[in-house]
């Protein structure tokens, strides 16, 4: 029997399975664009579980798997009871055997890992406050439908350290990109992740200079969700990490700006910036969908 595959981190996949994905995320899209009628997953069940609320992330799965043909059963925190009442061991036993596929997003990464040890289902990380990858195969795939390829590319990471920032540095080791990580002080980046990237990761203090030359810029969230009681303290550490239209003139000319959103806008991006020419991050948005039915495609055949 094969072992079951799980999508936790971005490093789940070979750098050749993350490059097939994005190629058939573009040609899912374009088939879904032509009006082209492709359900391989009818009779088949999606279970969602969301510990921690969304937008983007439940649409799209939720959009990809109805257009799969097959059927998305939404979990809010009422619904289940992830490690509070019944063992996240039992929890994965259970759904695994009467659904086909599962997507959690929760706080804590181990929960997951945990979940996954013990499903007999494929498990997609939807987010944890360790990693987002779902968001990077969208960013990825955005990147290659306007650029091509992004290896060798210089990346500018502006902001907190977070999920996202950890992501994108896996995403520079499996994509082979070099990555400026523009932080204050206090908001590294976990250390055991950032000695993985070796030397295509460093941290630049200075937003402006980590953004010179750089091909994409990218920013998100000062204050993630959960870390509201610190938004005043956060906004006077992420003074000047604002990205503003000088950060993108000193980038590459041809630089695009991305933001896995919801964003605020005068707080870590300027509505010139993130409403501008260089901004995808609507296609960025939509690529989720995408990107997700070409990985749940993947994970299920």
Sequence with gaps: MTQQRHFLTLNDLSSEELRQLILR??????????????????????????????????????SGMAQFGGHALFLSPRDTQLGRGEPIEDTARVISRMV??????????????????????PVINGLTDLVHPCQLLADMQTWHEHR????????AWIGDGNNMCHSYINAAIQFDFQLNIGCPEGYDPDPEILARGGDRCKIIRDPMEASEGAHLVTTDVWASMGQEDEQKAREAAFVGFCVTQEFMQVADKDALFMHCLPAHRGEEVSAEVIDGSQSVVWDQAENRMHAQKALIEFLMQ
């Design 100 to 121: 086909d596929i599962i997507m959690i997003r929760t706080f804590e990464h181990e929960k997951i890992e945990r979940f996954a040890e013990y499903s007999d289902a």
């Design 148 to 155: 091509g390829d992004i290896k060798g590319k210089t990346v």
């Design 25 to 62: 995320a573009t040609e899912l899209k374009q088939m879904r664009k032509a009006g082209e009628d492709y359900r391989p997953f009818v009779g088949k069940t999606l279970a969602m579980i969301f510990e921690k609320s969304s937008t983007r992330t439940r649409v799209s799965f939720e």
